[in-house]
């Protein structure tokens, strides 16, 4: 998409509202997403972003904390499975159950270790982020586009610009990969970090998911898989431990789906063939 098609916002990470724990937005950051809670008015909001669109995340009393862009439409959906809010902070007008609505950002800059202060937005822009959780730039957008311009050029990225390099390893018992993709974010939050094999999830201490990304044709030599969600499953640690050494072959028919991932045949083949079925040749 070309530059001139993207529109710049800012995205308030609603800091004023939540009751703990305290800079709850390096979930976002790590998790890569955004997140509004409350009636379906705020969901909403994010039906405003397209792909490709720039986000300036606003922390409240810090600045802007991180840039990233924009990966898919919103997709209307509602989620009563919390991941970056608590019940205590969502306002439920009065409907009984905690909504939290979500999309998918690559936040690629991470700069809460040194924010673009709100002293320094008010001297560049003239104001600062409005309580709406997504608003658009419109007054002084080629101030904006050089903040992150600036940004780009001097901040160290949260990893790679691309995902197309060999990922990076390290010694260990076997030389496994160590980099978790963006695809295999997006695919673990689409399954709400339940594994596809058995539907297991680790529940950790903040109230968040834990699974794990296994790349159906492993990535690297001598496989040489591709990075794509079609060679992606969500995976509990057990299952992924087994899909890696081969221990279990892959029955696509009994994997567990969810809209907007579907895993491609051509990778199970690959799997039954080459890793699991390889054990009785060896």
């Not at 397209?50 to 898919?72: C, F, H, P, Q, S």
């Not at 295999?184 to 529940?203: A, E, F, S, Y």
Request: proline share 5%; glycine share 10%.
């Amino acid at each position: 998409m070309h530059d001139s098609m993207r529109d710049y916002y800012f995205y308030n990470t609603d800091a004023d509202s939540l009751v703990g724990p305290p800079r709850r937005f390096h979930r976002l950051i790590e998790q890569h997403f955004a997140a509004t809670g409350g009636p379906l008015r705020f969901g909403k909001e994010l039906s405003r972003l397209k792909e490709g669109d720039t986000l300036l995340m606003y922390e409240n009393g810090m600045g802007i904390v991180a840039v990233g862009r924009v990966l898919e439409r919103w997709d209307g959906k509602s989620h009563e499975d919390l991941l970056y809010y608590q019940p205590n902070d969502i306002w439920t007008e009065g409907e009984g159950r905690e909504r939290e609505y979500r999309i998918m950002v690559d936040w690629d800059y991470d700069l809460s270790g040194n924010p673009i202060s709100v002293q320094e937005l008010g001297r560049r822009l003239g104001y600062t982020p409005s309580g709406h959780a997504v608003q658009k730039i419109r007054e002084r957008r080629a101030e904006a586009e050089a903040i992150v311009a600036e940004v780009r050029s001097g901040a160290a990225p949260i990893r790679e610009a691309t995902d197309l390099r060999i990922p990076d390893r390290v010694a260990a018992t076997t030389l496994r990969i160590i980099r978790d993709t963006k695809w295999t974010r997006r695919v673990k939050m689409l399954h709400d970090h339940k594994c596809q094999v058995c539907g297991h999830t680790i529940n950790l201490s903040d109230g968040s998911g834990y699974a794990e990304g296994h790349h159906i044709q492993p990535l690297g030599a001598p496989h040489n898989g591709p990075d794509v969600m079609g060679n992606i499953l969500c995976a509990c640690p057990n299952h992924h431990a087994e899909l890696d050494y081969g221990a279990i072959p892959i029955l696509l028919a009994a994997l567990r789906n969810c809209p907007g991932h579907t895993v491609e045949q051509k990778y199970v083949d690959y799997h039954n063939h080459k890793i699991y079925g390889a054990k009785g040749k060896k």
